[in-house]
């Protein structure tokens, strides 16, 4: 037993499971998995090395380990509607940065989403290695809309001319033309890499455009609206399948985490369900709810709603900031984090935002109707922060309200 073995990390995991069952989880980059994905990212593929591809391994003993690697490619071809795929990247991170290693040398130019507008740390960011690595130039949300200014896009695509343009975010509420970034992509000679961590769900069941028959490479985690375990994947036209598996191994990774791409290939299948689609009907259809519910109680949103499974409040009309309403709601059991609004004159250790989601709610079983419930806690919380006796009766409804939802759910 763990807690015989090693009782401090037995106690964190219990903590851990306890914090879990009591609080109400806003973070939109976070969900739970399936029992079945869950039992096999403890399984006894983990102990298998496999460095290579199927059929092409450098190590001996891989037969059953090639039959599931292949079932994963294929599940994500089919799921996404692909010509090749690779499921081996470790995280979203190492995905992209396979597909920059793919057809980029260091040095050339990419153009993609500023942070500040709601990008990715590995699109461009100056210290991390997407901005080391490469030449960044960004394009920003027009401050009026706060939406992407195509127009914007093009003419900073044409005077710059970079390599490779990044579409994708990480706090975008609004639909994503992909078609105007392929048309804006070829028009200035780039290659195009769509980033869908965030709405691969809800790609997958028609919600958001697909971005895969016009980019050149299409990134995602598999773990947030996807609902699998955590980790990456690349989609690719077949013309660039060589480079980008070379651009993994031996490019950037050594062995792959089978017992991870054994969960991918289930969380695959099961995105192929019907029951998947109207899950993902009802993350919107909450995130929508929440963000109405705020909007009555004077929250401003970033872009004034949500075509997705997020949005982000802007905090400077009730006088806060994004850290403190993050540890204030952490009190009380709602879980959500400080976030940049675009153009925040707030810095990234503070912000004047909150980015809100409801993947995980809404994993839990919670509906529209339990969305007014969150709205008015959060509302109670920010407006009594000073006040710890409302604090601790809003955190025990808080408490009894979340143990109604599972965190394991029952397949």
Same mark, same amino acid.
């Given at each position: 037993m763990l807690k015989d073995v090693d009782n401090e990390i037995y106690t964190a995991l219990i903590n851990e499971e306890e914090k879990q069952r009591n609080t109400i989880d806003l973070i939109p980059s976070e969900n739970i998995v399936s029992k079945n994905v869950l039992k096999l990212m403890g399984s006894i593929f983990t102990n298998k090395y496999a460095e290579g591809y199927p059929g092409k391994r450098y190590y001996g003993g891989c037969k059953f380990i090639d039959e599931v690697e292949n079932i994963a490619i294929k599940?994500?071809? #089919? %799921?996404?509607?692909?010509?090749?795929?690779n499921v081996q990247p470790h995280s979203g991170s190492q995905a992209n940065m396979s597909a920059y290693f793919s057809v %980029? $040398?260091?040095g050339d130019k #990419?153009?993609?989403?500023? #942070? %500040?507008?709601?990008?990715?740390?590995?699109h461009g960011f100056k210290i991390n290695f997407s901005g080391i690595f490469y030449?960044?130039?960004?394009?920003?949300?027009? $401050?009026?809309? +706060?939406t992407i200014d195509y127009e914007q896009v093009r003419e900073i695509a044409l005077k710059e001319r970079p390599k490779m343009i990044v579409c994708g975010a990480s706090s975008y509420s609004r639909i994503i033309d992909f078609e105007k970034f392929y048309d804006i992509a070829r028009e200035s000679g780039a290659y195009l890499l769509t980033d869908i961590a965030h709405i691969a769900g809800l790609v997958v069941a028609n919600l958001h455009p697909s971005p895969v028959h016009l980019a050149d490479f299409? =990134?995602? =985690?598999?773990?947030? =609206? %996807?609902?699998?375990?955590r980790g990456g994947l690349v989609l690719c036209r077949r013309e660039y399948s060589h480079k980008l598996d070379s651009s993994i191994i031996p490019g950037i990774q050594g062995g792959p985490l089978m017992h991870i791409i054994a969960a991918k290939a289930v969380a695959f299948k099961e995105a192929m369900t019907p029951e998947f689609f109207e899950y993902q009907k009802q993350i919107i259809n909450n995130c929508q709810k929440l963000c109405v519910e705020l909007k009555k109680r004077d929250y401003r949103i970033v872009s004034g709603g949500t075509d997705n499974h997020l949005f982000t409040i802007d905090l400077r009309n009730k006088g806060l900031k994004g850290n403190e309403c993050e540890r204030t709601l952490e009190k009380v059991g709602i879980i959500t984090n400080k976030n940049l609004i675009p153009y925040d004159p707030q810095p990234p250790a503070i912000t004047s935002g909150l980015r809100i989601g409801t993947p995980l709610a809404t994993s839990r079983g919670m509906k529209e109707n339990d969305m007014e419930l969150i709205a +008015?806690? #959060?509302?109670?919380?920010?407006k009594n922060r000073e006040n710890e006796k409302i604090l601790k009766d809003i955190a025990k409804k808080v408490r009894r309200f979340a143990r109604e939802f599972p965190i394991y759910p029952t397949s």
């Open positions: 599940r994500a071809c #089919i %799921l996404f509607g692909a010509e090749h795929a %980029l $040398k260091p #990419i153009l993609a989403m500023d #942070i %500040l507008s709601g990008g990715h740390l590995t030449q960044s130039v960004f394009y920003n949300v027009d $401050k009026e809309t +706060e299409v =990134t995602s =985690t598999t773990h947030k =609206t %996807l609902r699998g375990p +008015e806690w #959060i509302d109670e919380t920010l």
